[in-house]
């Protein structure tokens, strides 16, 4: 009897180190910024399933913050309005323009009128980007994943739910640039972008995580007046629009983990 309780107790500390549910939600009244990439079943034995969360939990996840009476927003409307909106506000934010935004993400934040922003890749059809962060990542997978195509990304863009931002020409791995060759990812996949969707292109989010503060000096040069990172966690009342955190949704999290991530910002554990 000792022992099977020494092991609950073991196994309940565990738990608790993992997710940190004891811990107090960080302000409501601070939004968060949800990052994710693929919605889409995972492949056996891929490398990037983190990257692919399914369909049914992606679900699951937009019903629990529609019935949690979460406010949902675009990047730029999440900037305007920064400091008038309502406690649960959430900006749902994809990277890189996969096509199963359109055909599994979509369909669900059209029933939920959930709205979202996608990061979109000008030069995004058989691209494995994983390859100019790391050169190991030489599998093909991410290139093999269908992108949206330019009459998708328009489709999108006039839906009344989607802002398109951009993601660089060619997902660049903005460290291994000099400014002339950053600042022509930036301003050129701005242009080409508002080109073809008829709309301002305003956010914008950096290809890995990966910048300095000079890449951010030539976001705002190239127009852009708000920008993502892959840091995790939820931003103060006064924010760096060019250095915005966001939310790592994985493909692995349960939608216990995910109410988590939404109370605390980032995994704990």
Known sequence: MIYILIVLFILLFAFSYKYAWW????????????????VREHID????????????????????????GFNFVTMQELQDHWGEHPAKTVAITF????LDNLENAF???????AKATIYVVVDRH?????????AH??????????????????????SGLVEIGSHTLTHANLDKLNDEECLHELVDSKIQLEHLTQKSVNSFAYPF????????????????SNAVTTQEGID????????????KVSGKDSLFAFKLRMKLGKREG
């Open 95 to 98: 990277d890189d323009g996969y």
């Open 209 to 224: 995580g990966i910048y300095s503060e000079g890449d951010v000096r030539l976001a705002k040069q190239a127009g852009y």
């Open 45 to 68: 034995g891929a490398k990037f399933n983190k990257l692919r969360v399914r369909p049914t939990e992606f679900e699951k996840q937009i019903a629990w913050l529609k019935a949690e």
């Open 137 to 158: 990542h030489n599998s093909g997978e991410l290139a093999r994943e269908p992108k949206l195509s330019d009459e998708q990304v328009w489709f999108l863009a006039n």
């Open 107 to 113: 369909p669900i934040l059209e029933k939920y009128q």
């Open 126 to 134: 058989d691209r494995d980007w994983s390859t100019y962060k790391k």
């Open 236 to 247: 103060e009342k006064m924010p760096d629009f060019m250095q915005l955190q966001r939310i």
């Open 23 to 38: 811990k107090p939600a960080v302000d409501w009244n601070r939004p968060r910024i949800l990052m994710y990439h693929m």
